[in-house]
C-alpha cells in the first residue's frame, strides 16, 4: 500500500490534473472563436493529455489497492485580454504543476514509499 500522506496528496492532484484538462478545453474555445485553429488543436490535445494524467493517477491508485476520491475543481478562466494571455496562463499553470509533482515525490521519498516515488519519476519528466 502506498502512504496514506502520498495518497492524500495524489487525490489532490488529480483534481489539479482534471483543472488543466479543463483549462486548456477553455483556452481551445478561445482560438476556436479567434478562428486560430492551430493553436485551438494544440489545447484540444493538451486537455486530453492532462485527463489521460488524472486518469494515470487514478489508475495507479486502485492497482496499489488505495482509495480514490475525486476530487471537485475550481472553473477555469475562459476570458481572455489577447491571444497571447491564454498561452501566459498555460504557462503558469505548467509551472505550479511541475512544484506539485515535485512536492508529491518528495513526499513519497520522505515516507520511504519508493512505488510511489518511481511512479512520479514518469511525471517529473513530462513536465520538462
Ligand atoms: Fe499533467
Same mark, same amino acid.
Not at 482534471?18 to 478562428?35: H, I, L, M, R
Not at 494524467?53 to 481572455?80: K, N
Not at 506539485?100 to 510511489?116: F, K, T, W
Given at each position: 500500500?502506498?502512504?496514506? !500522506?502520498?495518497?492524500?496528496?495524489? $487525490?489532490?492532484?488529480?483534481?489539479? /490534473?482534471?483543472?488543466?484538462?479543463?483549462?486548456? *478545453?477553455? $483556452?481551445?474555445? @478561445?482560438?476556436?472563436? /479567434?478562428?486560430?485553429?492551430? %493553436? &485551438?488543436?494544440?489545447? @484540444?490535445?493538451? &486537455?486530453?493529455?492532462?485527463? $489521460?494524467?488524472?486518469?494515470?493517477?487514478?489508475?495507479? %491508485?486502485?492497482?496499489?489497492?488505495?482509495?480514490? *476520491? #475525486?476530487?471537485?475543481?475550481?472553473?477555469?478562466?475562459?476570458?481572455?485580454?489577447?491571444?497571447?494571455?491564454? *498561452?501566459? *496562463?498555460? %504557462? /503558469?499553470?505548467?509551472?505550479?504543476?511541475?512544484? +506539485?509533482?515535485?512536492? %508529491?515525490?518528495?513526499? !513519497?521519498?520522505?515516507?520511504?514509499? @519508493?512505488?510511489? /516515488?518511481?511512479?512520479? +519519476?514518469?511525471? #517529473?519528466?513530462?513536465? #520538462?
Amino acid at each position: 500500500m502506498p502512504d496514506p !500522506a502520498f495518497v492524500d496528496k495524489l $487525490n489532490e492532484q488529480i483534481g489539479y /490534473e482534471f483543472g488543466a484538462s479543463q483549462q486548456y *478545453v477553455a $483556452n481551445a474555445v @478561445y482560438y476556436d472563436n /479567434e478562428t486560430l485553429p492551430r %493553436l &485551438a488543436a494544440f489545447f @484540444y490535445a493538451q &486537455a486530453i493529455e492532462e485527463r $489521460n494524467h488524472a486518469m494515470m493517477m487514478v489508475q495507479y %491508485l486502485m492497482d496499489a489497492d488505495a482509495e480514490v *476520491v #475525486i476530487p471537485g475543481i475550481e472553473a477555469p478562466r475562459s476570458s481572455f485580454a489577447d491571444i497571447v494571455e491564454p *498561452v501566459v *496562463v498555460a %504557462l /503558469e499553470q505548467e509551472k505550479r504543476v511541475s512544484g +506539485q509533482i515535485n512536492a %508529491l515525490a518528495a513526499v !513519497a521519498r520522505e515516507h520511504g514509499d @519508493y512505488s510511489s /516515488e518511481q511512479f512520479m +519519476q514518469w511525471f #517529473i519528466k513530462e513536465q #520538462i
